[in-house]
């Protein structure tokens, strides 16, 4: 529609005038009042007379005290209404602070446990790379520093000096590579290999991958890699000759450019896998030892530079890769998005050392990446603390509303009386904030003391019902900052309730029609609750998921903190419109019954169910939730449990395993170890990997060799939910049968019945026999297969498509080492069952002690390194929800029976005066709760309990090592659980009433 200019001038002109008209009113409501005020403010009627200056304060001060003392009056006139009204803000209260207390103490662990699960030592990134060209051609050239290695750590760690993340590097460790030229009198030509120079203190991890020979130790001694040795057709300890350089050189120069070293050692090549399982058990860098896997000569770092150092002649480029180790025992979580912010100004520059004018230093995005995922590992875990503690808070918060309707008389009493005597509606508002804002204090204040005190225990939780976590530590955050915001919370909560009370009238009406009674029996505080619920959750989440996309550390606290808010609100309206829905349809139900031609003790407890239904309302919703709670505490820990100790038990064979027996079991027998007092059985587990011709096929394929008796007698049978293996099926092994993984099936076709023709590497290839022969060669029937096997073959091995074949020790001892005879003792276990688990400490130190020092691997403590932050967090919320739980539903008996005999005084006394005795009114009373509340309310928290069940595991799973979840549903508890609270909630119901019936009974105006 289109305005004229005039009508245009028209309209304005109205607005002006209404805005004037306002301006108006309010200007003289404004100053009336500002009378009224200084009126009272120099009145002398009370304080006498006095100057003017005087008299302001005096009345101001009058004015003051009079207030507080109506405050103080009222709020201390009814002791008990204060009390339970505290109780329920201080139980809350409690919930909130410990949420936050226990997160912020759960901090170090989540980056400890996020830092051990995705250590940047073996994330196949380097912290610092070099590049560097080392040419000395003639005599006037730069010589190479002996201690460039030393050198090259102090000035990165100069250039990191400044940064916070320096305070939490412990050592930086390296290692260099080049091309060079290997030559030998033996052959007739040269070849270029890879020359790897490790950390001086690698032996250990040298060791372990050593085939023949031993680790260097001379300046000039290296190890050679397997296949370049027998090339050459070299013997242990013959000297090799390299060119360091990596361009041609003239014939008559090259001698200048010739070092010769000494063979003490030859490691054939290991795969990616096998390195990283190397590195994770030695606890070393597989970004630094990975490059074994491509290396043909390996030496020390020192030994390399004083190689370089001593050179007449050098023409190569050089590569280094530098490794940070780091340590969060004492992390600060806020110095996360520090840290990353001054990382960055050094990503992207490139340096150079002050002892290598060519080199090329350049840091690398290891670090941002990073804290990048641990911030969303972070986030994700904060959020379900807070919905772990949800249902919690949320029953506490209807306790709070319990309360408030419970004293609703004496409120509306009060009221009544501060009319009577004048006081205005917005007085009355303010006292009563004033007094819950008081009673709010007092309860933050307690409840911030009681979760300090109780957090102490809790964080230790390591699992269920165990308190041995040492990677927590009591931490209080903000604390002002933290109180304002549960007292902020609690206030809010409790707001809507004053207002209502306050603006309540009584006054008498005609008989509403039945559309406007249903309409009545919605309340406008749950609506409320509902739409501003709603909303703020809309809202939020939405900005919430935008922050967590964003990786936002800085706002996805606040917005998280409002999501569940808007969701708390949302389900603080929605509840009670549920159950004044279920009441609904049980007045229907009610009607239905009494209206029928029969009377009789059964209608006519349905009938009094239909008509006092509201009263049940609360209790209802009290005990659905608590049952809501119960059942995924004991389900979900208890599921979790047994997950773990089968995992722990998978993932270690027995109760006690030592890990790469070979090296400890020298003059070592297993009758010795099974002669150990508290042994019951012991076994020797070997796993081999074959490094057969890829034409001879079962490259790099794990043979793992066990003693058929011993081994099922010593290792835990794992479950189904774990792996789909027949386990007897090892018993039927022998020297011609074989039990191969499903990726080794799936590669070379081989099923069930089919055979495996392992061949010697000598074999030749007879064309009358269209095979290849040799004396050694050796067939085995495949007679199972499994998807996984304990100790050697894991998830990890599955997902990377490891190929693996069980045999017998005879199998292998007798005959396959003379067939398969290019391979590597890649692992092997000693595996031990104690008679009980009382025994386990002792044998293991025994075991410890008579081996030299061997470690010693208990399922309980792999156990306890595969449980997550999360998971005792959840354990944590569930103990305090169950406690929670205990405590409202002992409150909310002692509630409904009050209501009960306060709503019920007239007809209770014309039942006495009708003959009925008193046990039968109670028992009736308690009989109408138990069907209207307890029933109910049980059917639909068991379905909601149920139904949580998989959400709380895939919640939990979160962060976790992904093994398949052993569902348990312990009977015990969950009968006694749904036996107990009912009959628990029924006596202490009948006792309440049985207590307070006297109290309650009608008075001469009733």
Known sequence: MKYTKLENSSILLNLIFILQRNFQFYSILTIRKAKTIKAFLYDTSEVGEHKKFILFFLNLNRYISNFFSTVKTIGFSNKKRTLI????????????ASAIIISQSEQSSLVKSYYNANNIISDGKASVSLITNIVRINEGSATIAKNYDALAKSQISSILSDLTLSKYITSIESVYYSFVRAQHP????NKEVKISAFPDDSEPYLSS???????PQADNEILIQGSLFRDFDLTLNDNITIVLSQKAVLSNEIQDYQVNLTIV??????TTSELYKTSLFLGESNDIFGLLETSQIVLYNTNFFELLSNSNKINMQLRGIYQFNLDFSNFRIEERTLISKEYERLVGLTYSFSHDSASAVAFTQEIIEFFENFNSYYLNNMTRLFI???????????MIFESSELFSSSYQQEVSVLKNRGIRRRRMVSIYIWIRLFEVILATIISYGIAILTSIPLIRVNGFLTFNNRDTELRIGNLPVEMLLTALILFTISIPRILLIVRRERRIEKTPSKLSKLFKRISWREVSFLLIGMLIFGVFYYLTFVAYIEASTKNFPLFLNLTIIGALFTLIGALPLLMKLLSIVWKGIGTVIWNSEKKNKFRFVFAEISKDIRYFENITLIFLLLIGIIIPSIIVPFSKERTLTNQAYFMNGSELMVPNWHKYSNGITLENISAIEGVESASYVRLYTMYSDYNLGYHGTKIMVINTTSFMETVRQPPTTVTKFNWQQLGSLTKDTVIISRTLSEKYKKEVGDEIFLIHPDATFDPRYDKFVHKYNHTMTV???????????????????????IVTAECFDTILKNVVTRRLLTSSALLIKPTSKDDIDQVAQQVFDISGGAYVQSFSSLKDNLKTPLYNIFV?????SLFIAVVVLIFSSFTTATKILEKRVIKHDIMKKMGINVTTIINLSAIESFIAAIIPSMLLGSLFGFLVINPMLGLLSYGAEPYPLTMQYPLI???????????ILYISLTFNLRREFANYSPTQLE
């Open 85 to 96: 009204t505290l109780a329920g803000f201080i139980i809350t209260g409690y919930l909130l």
């Open 186 to 189: 033996t052959v007739d030509f």
């Open 209 to 215: 991958v050593i085939t023949e020979g031993r680790a």
């Open 265 to 270: 050692g030859i490691f054939e090549q290991v």
């Open 388 to 398: 772990f503690a949800f249902p919690a808070i949320l029953l506490s918060i209807f």
């Open 783 to 805: 007679i199972s297969t499994f998807d996984l096997f304990p100790i050697f073959f894991l998830e990890k091995d599955k997902q990377e498509e490891e190929l693996m074949m």
């Open 876 to 880: 944590i919320e569930m103990i305090l």
């Open 973 to 983: 508890p969950l009968l006694l659980s749904f036996l107990a609270l009912p009959v």
